[in-house]
């Protein structure tokens, strides 16, 4: 009597456990919406009129609105000229930057799997899935600082390292000069912070001064 031959033992799929594959994810999305976004745009309206006059020099503000978008947007500029192609790779790196902090800030607490498909989550929002795609520049910078800032913060609060506080003080710089309002969820954190023993020790330590003071030196000069 012959046995029936077995079937081949499957190997499980292990890419989505693999960080690299939802970083290219997220690249080739924010590409593929940028390339068909340049396909079919054939003017510029809103944010994006406005940094394509503001961002042909570099100044310490433009309008009402903090200056970093514009000041990225001066740079990619510089390698793909002024023209509506610019405006469509810096918002292209945006929201890749935006998916990208967002799969980082949920890996913290989760499996790279589990992360992935947490930032996918994003795409459920209307203003990140749809608006960002057209229009809000200082917006969707912010968006995609914040969530580096407030890591950079739970690192510190775990581990009191002085880089760590270096860190939260030069990206939350960076968050407040993309839009002021990034200060406010900012605030709230270091306030939400204070009320539990365990990090308020973080946040009063000494060290918090000098990330304060290289939050004020870095965003001193448009606030000036």
């Given at each position: 009597?012959?046995?029936?031959?077995?079937?081949?033992?499957?190997i499980p799929d292990r890419t989505f456990d693999r960080p690299i594959f939802w970083i290219v994810l997220f690249a080739l999305y924010a590409f593929l919406q940028g390339a068909i976004r340049h396909h079919y745009k054939t003017a510029l309206f809103g944010d994006d009129?406005?940094?394509?006059?503001?961002?042909?020099?570099?100044?310490?503000?433009y309008?009402?609105?903090?200056?970093l978008y514009a000041w990225g947007q001066w740079a990619v500029n510089r390698v793909f000229g002024d023209s509506i192609l610019s405006i469509t790779v810096m918002r292209s790196l945006c929201l890749f930057g935006l998916y990208a902090a967002g799969y980082l800030m949920a890996r913290r607490y989760a499996t790279p799997r589990l992360a992935g498909f947490a930032a996918l989550g994003l795409f459920l929002i209307p203003e990140i899935s749809q608006t960002f795609l057209r229009t809000r520049t200082h917006n969707?910078?912010?968006?995609?600082?914040?969530?580096?800032?407030?890591?950079?913060?739970?690192?510190?609060?775990?581990?009191?390292?002085l880089g760590d506080y270096l860190r939260f003080g030069a990206l939350t710089a960076l968050?407040?000069?993309?839009?002021?309002?990034?200060?406010?969820?900012?605030?709230?954190?270091?306030?939400?912070?204070?009320?539990?023993?365990a990090t308020r020790r973080a946040i009063l330590d000494p060290r918090m001064v000098l990330a304060l003071l290289l939050?004020?030196?870095?965003s001193a000069g448009p606030v000036i």
């Open positions: 009597m012959t046995s029936s031959p077995q079937a081949p033992a499957r009129s406005e940094l394509f006059l503001w961002a042909r020099s570099l100044d310490w503000g309008g009402v609105q903090p200056p969707l910078l912010v968006t995609a600082l914040v969530p580096l800032a407030t890591l950079a913060f739970l690192d510190l609060c775990e581990r009191h390292r968050a407040v000069l993309a839009k002021a309002t990034g200060a406010i969820f900012l605030l709230a954190l270091v306030l939400a912070g204070l009320m539990r023993p939050l004020a030196l870095l």
